[in-house]
């Protein structure tokens, strides 16, 4: 080695893997309007659907009349259910074990439900002939509340009569769906019978939506000659989507390539599988021509997975030193017209049992009751993993009300029942094992930087002044130590329509000494392309600047379950080190050959095997990658590519500590965020620029849900939050500055020790926003009231406690 | 429907096409003339996502009918790069990690191009104020705000040198 070779810092620099704030690969097409999204693609001949919706909560279809709109030039096919059924496609599995409506088969259980499918040469000519549909219907009671329809006479889904069991269990009235429970009932009741103190509470976490700014979609393109089926979609497991697109159709699985392209955000809502989705493969085979299906903004709040709808019911018990002993759940899950929730198979209430959050609680119980009701089906994880937010939400406000009950800082409540550090891997009273933590840390890091016992003395003069009429401002001090559970996850039990949820990576270095490397997930703007390239670049040394990184083409891409649940860093990202150390102990023997000694006499150094004692001699992975291809090497194929595919061994669980500080106008109900922070351990960090951005985006998903954002209904069944004038969606304008920082505390488990965090902004910061409202209030008496915090809200609250005067 | 005769300069170059009265200006840039950089969000204003510059102006191309437009200069996300190198604010997103799913940021650099026209040197407050009419559902708008003030800062710097 001369004096001109780069130092061993200089080589891990150029490598940009794990640790650096790499810029995107994906900006350079995104900045420039290069992206290629579903509604950008066109191809000759391509007919536009579109759907009839029904204006009705529930009420019997009648009569449906096509003529007119059949009528119209340019319309080429309107399906209604009548249509579908000799194809069994009517009807359609859901993750969740139950079966939905492709477009109504004689009756609507919802305002939005698809009732006909028009297609015509474009879509103006396809709206025009939505209207002239003439569908008859016959209203009937709408069910809008779950605990009315659990007590109500009327029949939702008449098809499941007479079932007393559904996939989840015994089913107790027509309108229940399943009861899911973990724990230990009898134990934590009693418990709670003799605790020196038990606070209760009934929490709603209400009904929202994810509403990506690219709605659903589809392009279908049938091609009858050589029987091959492509599929460009808005899919975030889109090898899933093509084993149930086989599986509906009958088509072959080699015949169907499904295809996500670009895709504008997801946040859960384009993990389901949708009626358009069915109707415009199903009118492309009809037509023989590709058939494009957008749904519209009002569409999509309407009808496409909503998220949450949770009525938690919870007791907690403490000693009276504020050591919690036991936690009570009873949730009524509203699941609306059919149970269509994301989530693993087994788990019809998704990981709410992570609902003992950070703390040590020796026994608890859960149960949750699904119900129909006449609402759109979803109930998809939300940026979050499956029901995880609920669950930081429901126990998050359940510390706060116990401090109450114990006249009690909940900081310090927080911190004498955290788990800690010596106690991971900790078993959850419900049954989980908790990969690794260390709370204490995070917690005092985080007080510490806010200040918080200044905020305390702050706040405490501000009630006093309040109490004198010097002020009429309140202040809020928001705190939450969040856990999560997320990278589903291990296959014995979690499936998703029975597929394991496994996740792959396959990799193929060229002789040149740069790589494509494909995998099983989906990005929808975390940024993939780049970060899953710096992994692999610190596992084979060659720079992530030579990786390509390609997802979301099931012809190209190997088999996985794609990306939702923060699973694609844990899963995927572990499938990617460990196909990069495939590549890297063959390149090991090609190293060997090449230096003429033996495989155990090479050390790995950064981008290089070297000669142990002897690091003038060496191999680059570059060097490696040409003998690959070039030499003939006795008992080495030629060649340099891995695949793996990885079932994690369990899931991984970030946490974070998060402090929002509020002035709340008593007057006027308006809010403004003076400071958030927010710390988060997510493991080995791979791309801090990444993180953060995550970190930004999660916590406004955050600040939307838990003041304002809200898919709400009238009784008669009539979505009142149908455009973003009703949905709340924070502008520039409305956003804070948030603070990150963060600790990191390895998975043990995975791989490279990540974690992954796109969700946990929104599973801490929801509570964190929602503690501040409350806080602010807690010293004129306030226990809890419901999210969102509009300022409708929060001056009813003000008005309530009496402090309009 | 009879169709109108629509003359528009895109991008700098004169276009011509029919379309019929109820056409939307998004529709004729994506689906006409193939300028996909656009899009589509709300269709009710709300979102900013398919933000074009008209006569100096931002508008929103979803709820602008093709026939206003006749006659228009229009600058979409297409005309801001050139072949060879990409514009200050288009590098500058990149810098800063100002977008992640790509959807809003045509309309919102599109945006931002005009905010810089009209005051070139925002503050952090103006610039929030300027691009309220721009959602995001992924970046929270802190990098895109500091994605601006830095592009700001470096045409500023140029323009300063060059005098």
Redesign the interface.
Known sequence: MNDLSPSREERIANLKGLGCSR??V??????????N?V??I?MPGMLHGDFVRSPYAHARVVSVNKEAALALPGVLAVLTAEDLAPLSLHWMPTLAGDKQMVLADGKVLFQGQEVAFVVAED??IAADAVELVEVEYEELPALTDPFKALESDVVLREDLAGQTAGAHGPRCHHNHIFLWEEGDREATEEVLASADVVAEEMIYYHRTHP?????CGTVASMDKVNGKLTVWGTFQAPHVVRTVASLLSGIEEHNIRVVSP????G?GNKVGVYPGYVCSIVASIVTGRPVKW?E??MENLMATAFARDYWMKGRIAATKEGKITGLWCHVTADHGAFDACADPTKFPAGFFHICTGSYDIPVAYVGVDGVYTNKAPGGVAYRCSFRVTEAAYFIERMIEVLAIELGMDSAELRRINFIRADQFPYHSALGWEYDSGDYHTAWDKALTAVGYAGLRREQAERVEAFKRGETRKLLGIGLTHFTEIVGAGPVKNCDILGMGMFDSCEIRIHPTGSAIARLGTIS????HATTFAQILASEIGLPADSITVEEGDTDTAPYGLGTYGSRSTPVAGAATAMAGRKIRAKAQMIAAWLLEVHEGDLEWDVDRFAVKGAPQRFKTMKDIAFAAYNQAIPGIEPGLEAVSYYDPPNMTYPFGAYICVMEIDADTGEHEIRQFYALDDCGTRINP??I???V??????ALAIAMGQEIAYDDLGNCKTG???DFF?P???E?P??TTDFTETPSPHHPIGAKGVGESPNVGGVPAFSNAVHDAFRAFGLRHAHMPHDHWRIWKIANQLGLHG | MTKMHIKLTVNGKPEELLA?P??LLI?VL??RL???????????S??G?CTVEMNGKSVKSCTVLAAQANGAVIT???G??TPDA?HV???S???H?G????????GM?TRAHRLLQENPAPTEEE???G???????????????KSILAAASEINAAQEAAE
Not at chain 1, 26 to 35: A, I, L, N, S, Y
Not at chain 1, 524 to 527: F, L, N, R, S, T
Not at chain 2, 99 to 106: D, E, I, N, R, S
Request: aromatic content about 8%; proline content about 2%; charged content about 25%.
């Open positions: 810029k995107r994906e900006d350079v097409r995104f900045t420039q309007g290069k992206g999204y509604d950008d066109k879509r103006y509403c990506p700014l690219e709605t670009d895709i504008g955000g946040f957008i519209d903004r929808q703007g975390q940024g620029m990444v953060e951005g995550q930004h985006g999660g916590l406004t998903e455009t973003l004038m969606i502008t520039a304008w956003t500055h948030y | 019929e109820r056409e529709h994506r689906e193939n300028l996909t950089g656009a899009h589509i969000g709300c269709e009710t709300h979102c996502a979409t996300i297409e801001l790069s990409l604010l288009q590098r997103f990149r810098e990690h977008l992640q799913c790509g959807y809003c940021t045509p650099i610039i929030r104020f691009m309220a009419g721009n959602l995001c559902r992924c970046t929270g708008y802190q990098n895109i705000v």
